[in-house]
């Protein structure tokens, strides 16, 4: 009886210590992957860019034959096409984001005399303006920009880092263009022999898919900056370069993207310009954003993803609230991927039963 008695005291001691290893190797695993988050986004960012530039190397690849010469290409042409849109955009975007920021307060102060935000800012004692007076002599003045991120050293190593970043990305997605199909061709012999031509196939659907949505992205935030950009050029509207330069960004971020970048931009014409300008430019954002969602991103991405629309809902918040902007443009990709796995390997299987 005290024999047995022992062997489970025993036996609940291994459990327990078992257990306490298994807790301490997820912590261990966890801090592992937080300090490696910098590499790990840097990864994926590249993975994502490499898989958009694809449909471009396969097109190319089918004329030039070798696909070092289709790489190099794209390579090329990508660079000259920055560098460009940078040369024709900087030097009125830092003249714009200057004289933004040295007319922050005045718009702040114009903002606040909107009828419904005074309305707003009455009822609140006036919170509203004095917080946004404050926040507006605080960031126009230029000895608190050091402060407000962290000290001139730790603005000299975000710019280095910022710079090592994009450098990183830059040699890992020429890296990944060249070496994806031996990465495609190693990853498919890890399966059954039998097993893998349809898994080759599902591969080939999935870098298609995904290389497709990326450039559509692209095209569909082009096409909303441009149309912006025109309007506020008619409507005269101030700072129209640095205002269409943070919505070509903000698109890019499915579902919100649109509607976040047309608000900034009404909310800062409101505050620079008279009021039916502002109801102009709203009107026009506003009818584009219709036309975008039912005819412009259906056109141009209705061979890239076959997502149901709720799909794309739930995924894009929940790719948003893991890992922010990344989490969303990697979001709807992920879930067309999923469902394309679904209807390839899952569905045909239970078929079969």
């Known amino acids: 009886m005290q024999e047995n008695k022992n062997t489970r ?15 301490l190797t997820a912590i261990a695993l ?17 993975l994502f860019i490499t898989l958009g530039l694809e449909p471009l190397v396969q097109l190319l690849q089918k004329k030039v034959k070798k696909r070092g010469f289709a790489i190099a290409i794209v390579a090329v042409g990508v ?17 714009q984001a200057g004289s933004f920021i040295a007319n922050l307060p005045e718009l702040m102060r114009e903002f606040v005399k909107l009828p419904w935000v005074e309305s707003i ?14 926040a507006g002599e605080f960031l ?10 962290g000290g001139v050293v730790q603005v000299g190593l975000s710019i280095l880092n910022g710079a090592i970043g994009f450098l990183t990305v830059t040699i890992l997605t020429l890296y ?53 950009f025109t309007v506020l050029m008619i409507a005269g509207v101030e700072f129209a370069v640095v205002l269409a330069f943070i919505n070509f960004l903000l698109v890019l971020i499915p579902i919100i993207g649109s509607i976040t970048g047309a608000a900034i931009v009404i909310l800062i014409t409101a505050a620079t310009s008279p009021a039916e300008t502002t109801i102009a430019v709203a ?45 969303s443009l990697l979001a709807i990709p992920t879930a067309a991927t999923i469902l394309l796995i679904i209807r390839e390997v899952w569905v045909p299987r239970q078929d079969k039963l």
Not at 121 to 134: K, M, P, V, W
């Open 79 to 95: 660079f000259a096409l920055l560098s460009a849109v940078i040369v024709a955009i900087l030097p009125p975007l830092v003249s």
């Open 121 to 134: 800012d009455s009822r609140l004692g006036g919170a509203i303006g004095t917080a946004l007076n404050s």
């Open 30 to 46: 966890g801090s592992a992957v937080i300090s490696l988050a910098g590499i790990i986004t840097s990864i994926i960012t590249a």
């Open 283 to 327: 009107i026009a954002l506003l009818l584009y954003i219709q036309i975008e969602a039912y005819v412009v991103a259906p056109r141009v991405l209705k061979k890239a993803v076959d997502v149901p629309t709720s799909v794309i809902i739930v995924s894009a918040l929940i790719g948003g609230s893991l890992a922010g902007i990344l989490g």
């Open 140 to 149: 126009v003045d230029s000895k608190n920009w050091p402060t407000l991120l």
């Open 176 to 228: 990944f263009m060249a070496a994806l199909p031996s990465i495609k061709r190693v990853g498919i012999t890890l399966v059954a022999k039998s097993s893998r031509e349809k898994l080759e196939g599902i591969v080939d659907k999935v870098i298609g898919s995904v290389g497709r949505y990326v450039m559509g992205q692209v095209v569909v935030s082009s096409i909303n900056t441009s149309i912006l």
């Open 9 to 23: 005291i025993t036996h609940a001691f291994q459990f327990g210590f078992l257990g306490a290893i298994g807790v």
